[in-house]
């Protein structure tokens, strides 16, 4: 909003010199008061549809997911976020207009990389709130059989003295469209790219995928904590295989991050651990 210019004071007469004329002052100022509120509605108006138009009020977002290997965009919708091609186009093993091949959304093994996403409306319908006392920021959600699965992981780790939380669980394909753009704004495209998935491509849209971490410790705090070892040992045995591990980013896509476990199920867990492959490379085997 522009600033009102001081008022200039107003002279005082002796005498009453001044009021000769009077009326045609009076009038002129009218005149001109008026236009001056035109002019100022005129910028108020402009000023208030400039600030909407980024898709955020003019306030900018801040999203309440961290910088993980499956983060998106603030401000993007589904039809301009980066690499999101077709949003809804149904699952196909043909590459779409932006490359990427299309996945079923109820497939819990299904490929999710910088090659292969979910539809933009893809979210499970059996979500079910994680404990409180798991949740480390607010109300999280993951599918029915992942959160039991995790449930039964956490309660592990807890008999081997480690409380473990989430720190982020399932996120929406707009979510993730804002917090991809969030990490491109803030650190530029191509490291955005190395720790954050853009809208649709993301693990975390299945519903099966959690970040861990203990003791306020997430993230990168995370890395090299008894907790990251601990998880990185025992996962598998509860259906959790760690999608990012260290030294793959040339096969993942992503930088390592031992808190983003993804459920597959006990069988094919085990199966991928025996691998010795990335979840990524057994899935398209």
Known sequence: MAKSRPRQAQRSTVGGQEKRGSWQTIF???????????????????????SSGDGNGGAGVTPTDTPSADTATPGASETNSPGAGDPTRTPTNEPGPDGSIVVACNDILAPLDKQHRLPAD????????????????????????????????FDAARADGFILQVNSSFRSYQTQADTYNYWVQTYGKEQADRTS????????????????????QFLEDFIGTAEADWLAENSWKYGFIISYPEGKEDVTGYAYEPWHVRYVGKDVAADV?????????????
């Not at 499970?124 to 039964?152: M, V």
């Not at 998935?197 to 306020?216: I, K």
């Open 273 to 285: 651990h025996s691998s010795g492959l990335t979840l990524r490379e057994f899935l398209l085997r």
């Open 197 to 216: 998935a853009r809208p649709g491509h993301s693990e975390h849209q299945l519903g099966t995928t959690a970040d861990v971490g203990a003791r306020g």
């Open 122 to 153: 893809c979210a499970p319908t059996d979500l079910e709130a994680l404990p409180g006392g798991i949740s480390a920021q607010g109300s999280q959600f993951l599918r029915a059989e992942a959160l039991a699965a995790l449930n039964e992981m």
């Open 28 to 50: 002129t100022g009218a005149i001109l008061a008026v236009a001056g509120s035109f002019i100022v509605l005129v910028i108020v108006a402009a000023d208030t549809l400039g």
